[in-house]
Each structure stands twice: as C-alpha cells, then as structure tokens.
C-alpha cells in the first residue's frame, strides 16, 4: 500500500520559512520521481518542484527558483520543502506526489500518480 503523508504546513509572515515533510511508504521502486504541487482557491494545480531520486536532478517553478529547495533524506523516504522567503503568493495547499519507476521528471501533475493528502500553508 502507497501512501505519503504531508507535514510542516502552517500560518507564517512573509519573508519567514518554513519546511513540509512528506513521509513516503510502501514505495519499492527505487528510481522515481518525487515532486511537491500547490494549488490555491480559483487556480490551476502548479509543479512547485520536482526530484529525481537516483541522480537528484531537480527542477523548479521560475516563482520559486532561489527561495524552494527540494530535498530527500539518504534512505529515499522522507522528502522535503524547505519554504524561505515566502510570500503571500505562496498561499496554497501543498501536496506530495510520487511518480515511480521513471528518470525523467517533470513538474507536470498528471504525470504522477501517487498523492498525499496536502498541507496548507498561508502567508500573510
């Protein structure tokens, strides 16, 4: 059974941080792709960033670049969004999501078919 559970979320000043966890379960393919979405009222789901877990090659929204980092701990299955800088822009639902078995990672949602519950971040 698949599953991935969000954490970190909350209510933050801008120019504060913050960093979600997303603990991964039962997935057994080691290469994947691992990726963290956001979605706020009234706007399309958006690609945030995007991890390759073999090479760690990553990829990220131009909203985000040098403020977002994506990260995973050494065993595969924990990932991270360290969130510094924020903005009030950067209000939304923030979900984990899983793609396995490929190298090649896009921040494209219908690409991966594992998702987590979601963790709401607000910034005022």
């Known amino acids: 059974h698949v599953q991935l559970v969000e954490s970190g979320g909350g209510s933050v000043q801008a120019g504060g941080s913050l960093r979600l966890s997303c603990a991964a379960s039962g997935l057994t393919k080691t290469t994947r792709c691992m990726g963290w979405f956001r979605q706020a009222p009234g706007k399309e789901r958006e690609g945030v960033a995007v991890?390759?877990?073999?090479?760690?090659?990553?990829a990220y929204a131009d909203s985000v670049k040098g403020r977002f980092t994506i990260s995973q701990d050494d065993a595969e299955s924990t990932l991270y969004l360290q969130m510094n800088n924020l903005k009030p822009e950067d209000t939304a639902t923030y979900y984990c999501a899983a793609r396995p078995g490929y190298e090649s990672c896009y921040r494209r949602d219908s690409d991966y078919p594992v998702w987590g519950q979601g963790t709401q971040v607000t910034v005022s």
């Open positions: 991890l390759q877990t073999t090479g760690r090659n990553t």
